[in-house]
């Protein structure tokens, strides 16, 4: 089931407080159950692969195609729908529901959402430039991006220059963000840190592409509290 990722709601950030007296900080999301909508087999598609469809739609807000697919398929109309490729299709059938239960025994997830976008920047913002100098016959340009492009040749400006533009509202994807608990019944997960977007962004959760060794929050405590009891025992 780890094949599959499923798509939540970034509610908004808080902190998780330890035994140990740590306070980590986490984001919340809540999290929508993916219903199998159709099985994508290795003979027609060249790959074998399930598609989930997430969140509710009115009827009103559907193109004719989209009616009568998900008529064809006897199933209540989807938000989004979103492909994963799996190695067994056997594993899955229409109208299967999933929910946080798939992420049980993970640990670490992948993160994909969009940044908040922040409009028209200039390059220092956009690009962390250091500007031009401040004094010293520099007169308009002090936070300009300096030289563009070439002298005579080759005469153009290279795609791909950081230049001003269009700063955020990008696909970001973040990896192995620690689940630090899990609320199965209002549907919430609590990852470690910050996640990109604003309150309310979608956001793709997936199981960690990373084989990761490294010890989480829980695990860590649980050996700073035997190491304690074992000194305790030797005195």
Known sequence: MSEIGLIGKKIGMTREFFKTGQSIPVTVLKVEKGRVI?????????????QLGFGKIKNSKLSKSMKGYFSKKNTEAKKI????????????????????????????????????????AGAMKRHNFGGLRASHGVSVSHRAHGSTGQNQDPGKVFKGKKM???MGDKIRTMQNLEIIKTDIENEL???????PGSKNTEVLMKKSVKNIKKLTIGEKIEIQEKSKKSKDKKK
């Open 38 to 50: 159709q099985l994508l087999d290795n003979e027609k598609r060249g790959y074998s692969a399930i």
């Open 189 to 195: 997960i609590y990852l470690k840190g910050s996640i």
């Open 81 to 120: 729908l979103k492909e994963f490729r799996v190695k067994n299709l056997n594993e899955y059938k229409e109208g299967n529901e999933f929910g946080i239960e798939i992420f049980k025994d993970t640990k670490f997830l992948d993160i994909k959402s969009k940044t908040i976008g922040k409009g028209f």
């Open 164 to 166: 001003a533009g269009h």
